[in-house]
């Protein structure tokens, strides 16, 4: 386990916060760490998926048909086979977020889901 130690004025604030949840110090601390880690992998999906826009034309002509790893905005490791290429990034980075892309020129799938609604009936 780790420490980490937060200024006085940060503690109090955070105590103050957990309190009023119900909850524990550490409990409210995971917690607002693992929303913030989910926000943080979506930003960086989402702007490692702007950089291979960005990069498509090039990519075509480079790697076409197979994945590429996009890290900081840039071409890490490719290979043909999704799973080789994953488990050697996962190697090199751990569970660092990085854009695992097939290069081809046919248009993105848009998946929709839609949740159940659950309403009461009127009678």
């Known amino acids: 386990m780790q420490t980490v130690r937060l200024k006085p004025d940060m503690a109090a604030q955070v105590s103050r916060l957990a309190q009023e949840a119900q909850t524990t110090v550490e409990g409210f601390v995971e917690a607002a760490l693992r929303e913030y880690l989910v926000k943080f992998t979506r930003e960086k999906l989402r702007a490692e998926r702007q950089a291979f826009d960005r990069q498509k034309e090039v990519l075509l002509a480079q790697y076409r048909g197979e994945y ?47 949740s159940p609604r659950f309403e009461r009936s009127r009678t």
């Open 68 to 114: 590429v790893a996009v890290h900081q905005g840039q071409v890490i490791d490719h290979d043909p086979g999704l799973g080789v290429l994953q488990s050697r990034i996962f190697a090199r980075l751990g569970s660092m977020p990085v854009l695992l892309k097939r290069v081809t020129d046919e248009p993105d799938r848009e998946w929709v889901f839609r």
